[in-house]
């Protein structure tokens, strides 16, 4: 299982570290991914990196945002700076783990951009 955690209330122009651990047998995420779900709204993917190191960021975020990833430790991250309001939305991490052929989805985790 994925466990999201790091959201919360920021101001526009703040930053935020979203944190997604693996854990409960999962033994190695090959390619992690952050959605979020905006009221109202269908699920985006946000960024991506895959276990070599390879991203791919929403033309939305690319610039303000940064996946990351601690191989040893089956975490990955998202660095949000410079938040919009319009990066309001529920956050979700994905996983998928090659060895098993397994998604993974963690319970999502939200970040309010508001003054």
């Known amino acids: 299982q994925l466990q999201a955690s790091g959201g919360g209330l920021v101001q526009p122009g703040g930053s935020l570290r979203l944190s997604c651990a693996a854990s409960g047998g999962i033994l190695v995420l090959d390619f992690m991914r952050w959605y979020r779900q905006a009221q109202g709204k269908e699920r985006e993917l946000v960024a991506a990196?895959?276990?070599?190191?390879?991203?791919l960021y929403a033309a939305s975020v690319k610039g303000r945002f940064t996946i990351s990833k601690d191989n040893d430790k089956n975490t990955f991250y998202l660095q949000m700076n410079s938040l919009k309001p319009e990066d309001t939305a529920v956050y979700y991490c994905?996983?998928?783990?090659?060895?098993?052929?397994?998604?993974?989805w963690g319970q999502g985790t939200l970040v309010t951009v508001s003054s």
């Open positions: 994905n996983g998928y783990e090659i060895a098993n052929e397994k998604g993974y």
């Open positions: 990196v895959s276990r070599s190191g390879g991203t």
